[in-house]
């Protein structure tokens, strides 16, 4: 029984990692899993995103991001475009953690 519980527990801090919202900028448009602009105005964004000191803090689709050095550590893969008609996502960067989340949900699924 206690051989199960430890693999239950494993299994759910498993899940949470994979559930992390870690993010590499790559700069080949073709690699990337979502090309993302950056506005200067958060009323103009799809997504607010918070840039988190630690993976962990990086949870779910709530524009919590952690950067990674490699891609095989992300699981999304972005491109900064210089055009937001070039764009699948408009994202604001903010220094409040509050302030993360979605303005556009309909736009949640390219995060996800």
Avoid: P
């Avoid at 801090?13 to 090309?35: F, I, P, R, W």
């Avoid at 689709?61 to 990674?68: A, H, I, R, S």
């Avoid at 992300?74 to 699948?88: L, N, Q, R």
Wanted: one cysteine or more.
């Amino acid at each position: 029984m206690k051989k199960v519980l430890i693999l239950f527990a494993l299994l759910l801090l498993g899940a949470g990692v994979a559930s992390a919202q870690t993010v590499y900028v790559t700069s080949t448009k073709s690699d990337a899993h979502v090309k993302v602009y950056v506005t200067q105005t958060k009323s103009e964004a799809d997504l607010v995103v918070y840039k988190c000191d630690t993976k962990s803090d990086a949870f779910g689709n709530k524009g919590l991001w952690y950067y990674v050095s490699s891609s095989s550590e992300a699981k999304k893969k972005i491109y900064i475009t210089t055009t937001k008609s070039e764009s699948d996502l408009v994202i604001y960067f903010t220094r409040t953690k509050s302030e993360a989340g979605w303005q556009n949900r309909s736009k949640s699924s390219k995060m996800e």
